[in-house]
């Protein structure tokens, strides 16, 4: 479902072509099907929406025209939703914290258009696509402050997460204030709270049953899910769990794992298994994605992807599916914890999670503690400002280990326009002031790494939505991310450890064998032989819209990618990043913009 509206009042506004008003006399629209709570004040004056799916009720939602929202009102259930307020003097807009229900604004007709889609609000005002936000997908996707609150498309602005923005009626400029700030909490033992917001934002989708499904990968995430929502169905319901698998390969360690879980719910869970054969190779057909605000993550396996959701539709009429993705941002510690250890001198704690993480990774400890001092000095506007003198170096850089941020290698096929694009974007990210100053460095590690996982799972959700499933991923609810990240530096899980609190949390209802698992298992061997099997595709799109941009050198990006295919040891997240990036921009440029009219809505109330 796309939403959107107007803050300032015009005669007449324009919407997407088969979009319906919310509500009669209601300026705010939506696009396709989603859950949507509406509330009017008596008077008719003020009008409070809750767009999307949400663990709020009619009676609820109804209470909240009768005064000032609470801080908390685009977080306080579970769900991924965004509230709106309208009202004479415009229109005030809640974002979820985590992202996961982005909106979108930009100028229209000297007032301000706001909406749940980047791309749609491009045709809205004819906007053309940023240079600078695509090179910094290409090049910088690990750190994405350099990216702000831009989208792929010029004047076309992200609204701040978890915040109120006020669109006033005169057209004025927005004005934003930070109301969801992760400040520790004490509230209980941290796995039981993770429980708590987990099995709630689960249950909120077992409403969709029948029609439901999970993946259960083997993993502790996707077998967390399956295992809670089947759990949450109706008495006698069985939840539907899909496990991939290569075609004649039933003895892999992740098929193991997530039979057991299957075999130990047998009762409430119906375990099917997908085989994937050539045809689901990653980079196969990876042009074929729909158009969507920014690169789909699931670009390069969309072939697996799609094929596993017509599969679910036609095999098992699912129409809801939930997935583990976001699992890993939101439970891992982020090595820039040590420095916070170091600032808060937890210095018993810091050794022995150094130690611990030097193992773990087969390096020495000294440089991880040297590291540790020199992060734990910087603030991370130095960082930025930092980053902007170096980046665009082609020299390779050391394995960081403990930083603000993870840095790619900048690849020799960069074009010339690259690294002077990239400093430009680091030097405006570091004199913007931090909308979350103060926090512990991995809290606000966490929250920008968390806001882009919610955001791009969106683009996946698109995928999704072709072959007419729902995709939900419950790990990024702002309930779940709210419940972890508050959690206290001492309560905080050691760096070095897989996911503690997850497998505590469900101890009572996993295998001892599947919440004991710290290892996941690797596609890594299908990409290389994907990418030689594509190889001849995947050359020619090293002279596509990149290239014409000056982004990328066709030449040394088709080295690159022919070396890579022949399985030399080289970095392939840049070059993924740029297939991904030219993969996107070739449906962009193919598929039809959304068309807008002025054609009266019908109301969801017609």
């Known amino acids: 479902m796309i939403f959107g509206g ?173 109301v969801w700030r992760p400040e520790p909490v004490d509230r209980g033992l941290p796995h039981h709270r993770l429980r708590k ?45 899909v496990t991939v698998h290569p075609e004649g390969e039933r003895s892999g360690a992740d098929l193991r794992y997530a039979r057991l879980a299957a075999d130990a719910h047998s009762s409430r869970i119906a375990h099917h298994l997908m085989p994937l054969t050539d045809a689901h190779y990653p980079y196969t057909s990876i042009t074929a994605v729909p158009a969507t605000d920014e690169p789909a993550p699931s670009t390069l396996t969309q072939a697996r992807l799609i094929s596993q959701f017509s599969w679910m539709a ?21 090595p820039v914890h040590l420095a916070d250890l170091l600032r808060h001198r937890r210095l018993r704690r810091l050794l022995s999670e150094a130690f611990g993480w030097a193992r773990l990774r087969q390096s020495a400890v000294l440089p991880v503690l040297r590291d540790t001092v020199l992060v734990a000095r910087t603030r991370r506007h130095d960082a930025l400002a930092h980053l902007a003198r170096t980046v665009g170096s082609p020299e390779p850089k050391k394995d960081q280990g403990v930083g ?49 996982i919610g955001r791009t799972a969106v683009a996946d959700a698109v995928l999704a939505e072709g072959c007419g499933v729902d995709l939900h991923s419950p790990f990024l609810d702002p309930v779940v991310v709210d419940a972890v990240l508050r959690t206290p530096l001492d309560q905080r899980s050691p760096l070095h450890t897989y996911k503690p609190t997850l497998s505590h949390a469900m101890a009572d209802l996993l295998p001892p064998a599947v919440a004991a698992r710290r290892t996941k298992g690797s596609f890594e061997a299908d990409h290389y032989t994907g990418m030689r099997a594509n190889l001849p595709d995947l050359l020619a799109l090293s002279d596509g819209h990149l290239a014409s941009l000056g982004l990328i050198g066709p030449a040394g990006f088709r080295r690159a990618l022919r070396a890579a295919a022949a399985g030399l040891p080289m970095p392939l997240a840049s070059i993924e990043q740029a297939l991904m990036a030219e993969a996107w921009l070739v449906a962009h440029h193919r598929d039809p913009a959304p068309v807008w009219t002025y054609e009266s809505a019908r109301s969801a109330d017609d």
């Open 6 to 178: 107007f803050g300032t009042p015009f005669p007449e506004c324009p919407h997407p072509q088969g979009a319906e008003r919310v509500a009669a006399g209601s300026p705010t629209w939506k696009l396709g099907a989603g859950p949507v709570l509406v509330s009017t004040s008596p008077s008719d004056r003020r009008r409070v929406l809750v767009l999307g799916w949400s663990g709020a009720t009619s009676t609820e939602v109804s209470r909240l025209t009768e005064g000032e929202l609470p801080s908390d009102v685009a977080w306080r259930w579970p769900g991924a939703y965004t509230v709106v307020e309208e009202s004479e003097g415009g229109v005030v807009v809640h974002t979820d914290p985590a992202a996961a229900r982005p909106v979108y604004i930009a100028r229209h007709r000297g007032g301000w258009a706001w909406c749940s889609s980047a791309r749609a609000l491009a045709a809205l005002t004819g906007a053309s696509l940023d240079v600078q936000r695509l090179t910094c997908a290409v090049f910088m996707p690990s750190v994405p402050a350099l990216s702000g609150l831009r989208t792929f498309f010029t004047g076309v602005e992200q609204l701040p997460p978890g915040s109120r923005t006020e669109l006033l009626a005169d057209g004025s400029n927005p004005l934003h204030t930070t």
């Open 314 to 334: 036609e095999r098992l009429g699912t129409r809801t599916h939930l997935t583990g993705d976001g699992g890993d941002s939101v439970l891992f510690r982020p």
């Open 404 to 452: 603000w941020f993870p840095l790619l290698p900048f690849p020799s096929w960069a074009g010339p326009l690259a690294g002077d694009v990239l400093a430009r974007a680091a030097a405006e990210a570091a004199s913007a002031p931090d909308p979350l100053p103060g926090l512990d460095a991995s809290v606000r590690t966490l929250v920008d790494e968390i806001r882009e």
């Open 197 to 241: 917001a987990l099995a709630a934002a689960v249950a909120l989708r077992t409403e969709a049953y029948p029609g439901l499904a999970c993946d259960l990968s083997g993993g502790l995430d996707s077998t967390t899910l399956a295992v809670l929502a089947s759990h949450s169905l109706p008495s006698g319901g069985r939840l539907d769990a």
